[in-house]
């Protein structure tokens, strides 16, 4: 059965590319002119590559076009339902390997096109009656009177303070914006300028396309081939080229075998209504069977006057391939051909399946971020009405500085994007098609995306943007967009590394459930006992919580050894006098062993210094005899105790020594001499 327009095609519509309005089709579509105007590929799409698989023998496929009459099996044949069976599993991977390259053909395509966003322009910005016209006359018009009164206040302020030169600046900034806006929106002015610029950027793209694919391209053979004075034909080449590298070709070595990598030649007599004829299309065996296989869009507008219509065409076309390549071809070539050997197609599909994503990730990065500024553009126009009333305000002209840098910044990468793009479709183009084993064309085809990658980087850095003094994206687009933007070389990058990466989550991830298992046995079973043990040894962590309470109660227990040591000195002194200094705060380096923990759990220690109030001096025994004290001298630094003292004073009743001077801490309240 010959395949008619799937679902794929409606899922991702193509772009007339041939035609100057650019449209956007899904399915069947019809086509002027004669097929051989087209590739292959604005023919039928992705149908007819499917692995054809026939139960018939070559001695039976040689009798007629249908082959042998019912009863008429020949002896060494039997229906093998192994080889249907691989087959389909075949299929299948390759049907996924089909749909990601349509896919990524269809978003490059759309991303291409001058207004891709066409469809969301109506009603918004474009239209006598659209968003942008109605926030114009019934919010900006309204509320310029309001922030002119209010900006008049600002320059009052200003002007009595003296500060002619800011009031100056601010009546000239809010003149500039009341007239440029409103010039930018009138007349629907705004929608000239991002079409004139749009324009300026797909031309620009084009011709660089045209210019590097063209020349790349010259004698391409089918299913690309395409006459020299085709419209866009370097643009849709490079479609083509997608469609011949990573559907057509490994379709054609999993029906055809080693043959199918190169044209193969057809000699039949059968009519050809899919190119010119004589031409290489007509005479491609492996073009034929396609068509043998699909409806085209020429088909699919077509009346047949044979009974059953086209289907019935088509398979009479598939019959008669079937006869021709049995009476032409050898057995070896008839076997693979007629499914008879499954293996290589499961291979091939597994082969396209891995470069569909290698080539499809890249040109779809590259496509979404085009897209995606170009939607930053659109709302960048839909907010200039209220943007431009805020900043009329002198105090606010951060906020129109951000709006003109955004929307200059989205026209400049999007031009970036069609320049690496266009570099990566030329290198995909030319490493394709290279007589080289297919696991060194994914090598090779994996390299080329990793160096695009480093190039793309350079480009999202902004170093060919320009930059507005003062500007502020108070809104969040432009940073919302960047974040994006900034996300998508490593969403590429991480095909070469998704291995590495799969490993490291997988012991990462082990370790987390370990931990969580042993606190979760723990809690349920112990209530909680051994978490402390298990702290200290590492084997878990601590919560945020837990590290609070531990770094208060170190620094509490800093605290209190502090005092101590200070109630200690001034027993020792025996005076009423106050230290002559405050020992400064400082981050115990060993504590007591003696001094109880707060906490049962392991503690860190706190990294901050607060000042702490000098001791109150401790009133030591009178003496039988009063004893004057010795005038002050100059203190002399003396080592700190490495031990806190006993908190409570000992009771001794003999008499105090007479008081040594207390020495000087050289240390300021920093903890520097």
């Known amino acids: 059965m010959a395949d008619n327009p799937g679902a794929a095609e409606n899922i991702f519509p193509a772009v007339k590319q041939w035609d100057s309005k650019r449209e956007l089709v899904s399915g069947a579509t019809r086509l002027s002119g004669s097929p051989s105007d087209y590739t292959v590929y ?14 018939q023998s070559q001695n039976q496929a040689k009798q007629t076009d249908n082959g042998a009459a019912a009863g008429e099996a020949a002896d060494d044949d039997e229906c093998s339902i192994q080889n249907e069976i691989y087959n389909s599993i075949a299929q299948m991977v390759f049907d996924l390997s089909k749909f990601i390259t349509r896919g990524s053909i269809s978003i490059k395509e759309i991303s291409s096109n001058p207004s891709p966003l066409a469809a969301l322009y109506e ?31 600002w320059v009052f302020g200003k002007w009595r303070k003296g500060d002619v030169r800011e009031v100056w600046a601010g009546v000239g900034w809010a003149a500039f914006v009341v007239i440029a806006v409103s010039a930018f929106l009138v007349d629907n002015n705004y929608t000239r300028v991002v079409e004139t610029a749009d324009s300026g950027i797909a031309q620009g ?21 395409l006459a020299a004075n085709a419209p866009q034909r370097g643009m849709r080449i490079s479609s083509c080229a997608m469609y011949d590298t990573l559907a057509f070709r490994p379709w054609a070595i ?78 070896r070539f ?39 500024w170009h939607s930053v553009t659109l709302i960048m126009i839909i907010l200039l009405p209220l943007v431009a009333i805020i900043s009329i305000h002198p105090t606010q002209q951060k906020l129109l500085r951000g709006w003109w840098q955004t929307f200059v910044h989205s026209f400049v990468l999007r031009a970036g994007f069609g320049v690496i793009l266009t570099i990566l479709l030329l290198f995909y183009q030319l490493i394709l098609p290279l007589p080289v084993p297919l696991g060194m064309q994914l090598l090779m085809l994996l390299l080329v995306t990793i160096s695009v990658i480093m190039l793309l980087k350079n480009l999202l850095s902004g170093k060919f943007s320009p930059q ?27 095909t070469a590394r998704t291995s590495g990466r799969v490993a490291g989550t997988t012991v990462r991830a082990g370790g ?14 112990f209530k909680g006992k051994y978490r402390g043990k298990m702290q200290e040894k590492g084997w878990l962590g601590q919560s945020k919580r837990e590290q609070n309470q531990s770094a208060y109660w170190a620094k509490e227990d800093a ?14 002194n025996g005076d009423n006098t106050p230290s002559s200094q405050s020992e400064p705060d400082q981050e115990p380096e060993g504590q007591d062993p003696a001094s109880p923990r707060r906490s049962g759990r392991v503690s860190g220690s706190s990294g901050t210094r607060t000042p702490q109030p000098s001791p109150t001096p401790t009133p030591s025994p009178a003496p039988t005899t009063p004893t004057p004290s010795p005038a002050p001298t100059p203190a002399t630094p003396r080592p700190q105790p490495t031990t806190a003292s006993p908190r409570t004073t000992p009771a001794d009743p003999t008499p105090p020594l007479p008081p040594t001077p207390a020495p000087r801490d050289p240390r300021g309240p920093s903890g520097r001499v």
């Open 42 to 55: 604005e023919l039928g799409a992705l149908r007819g590559l499917n692995w054809a698989a026939t139960q």
């Open 512 to 525: 987390s459930v370990a931990r969580g298992t042993a606190w979760a046995v723990d809690q349920r079973l």
């Open 468 to 494: 507005v003094a003062g500007a502020e994206d108070a809104l969040g687009v432009a940073d919302a967009a960047s974040k994006a933007t900034a996300m998508a070389p490593g969403l590429a990058a991480s």
């Open 205 to 225: 793209n084009a011709a660089l396309t045209e210019a590097v694919l063209g020349g790349a391209v010259d004698d391409i053979e089918p299913p690309c081939d």
């Open 559 to 572: 605290r209190v050894a502090r005092a101590d040591r200070a109630a200690a000195r001034a027993a020792n």
């Open 334 to 372: 008839y076997e693979q051909w007629s499914g008879d050997k499954p293996g290589n197609r499961i291979t091939m599909g597994i082969y396209a399946l891995v470069a569909s994503m290698i080539v499809g990730i890249m040109v779809v990065v590259l496509s979404a971020l085009t897209l995606l």
């Open 254 to 331: 999993g029906q055809f075998g080693d043959p199918g990598k190169k044209r193969i030649e057809y000699t039949g007599t059968a009519a050809c209504d899919f190119g010119a004829a004589n031409g290489k299309r007509c005479t491609d065996l492996r073009v034929r069977q396609v068509m043998a296989q699909s409806i085209t869009n020429f088909d699919y507008y077509k009346k047949s006057d044979t009974d059953g219509g086209v289907m019935k065409d088509k398979e009479n076309q598939y019959g008669e391939l079937r006869n021709y390549i049995a009476r032409e071809h050898n057995s």
């Open 123 to 153: 009603g918004t910005v474009e239209g006598d009656n659209s968003v942008v016209d109605r926030l114009n006359d019934n919010v900006f018009k309204l509320a310029v009177p309001t922030m002119i009164l209010l900006t008049g206040l």
